[in-house]
């Protein structure tokens, strides 16, 4: 399946585009261009997920979590081989 492209004009600081030039074949520019751009948009749809989530699992909200994750991990586990040795699921 191909994929469908579209034009775009945008405007890149000259020394960017001429190192683009320099480096990258004339074939290749745009590909190598919408990997950065693709990789970029990710980078930054991550950091924004990160900052939207910290502080997320406050004390106040998760009470469970008070003796530290690593204790709540220890008792999660130990729930869940305890139903499997028993036999429920």
């Known amino acids: 399946m191909a994929i469908i492209t579209k034009q775009a004009n945008f405007t890149l ?51 469970e979590l008070a003796k530290g994750t690593r204790a709540f991990v220890r008792k999660v586990r130990k729930s869940s081989r305890m139903k499997r040795s028993s036999g429920r699921d």
């Open 13 to 63: 600081p000259e020394d960017l585009l001429e190192e683009l030039r320099r480096t990258i074949p004339k074939g290749q520019q745009s590909k190598v261009v919408s990997e950065a751009l693709r990789n970029e948009l990710k980078r930054i749809k991550f950091q924004k997920a990160l900052d939207l989530s910290f502080g997320a699992w406050k004390g106040q909200r998760h009470s």
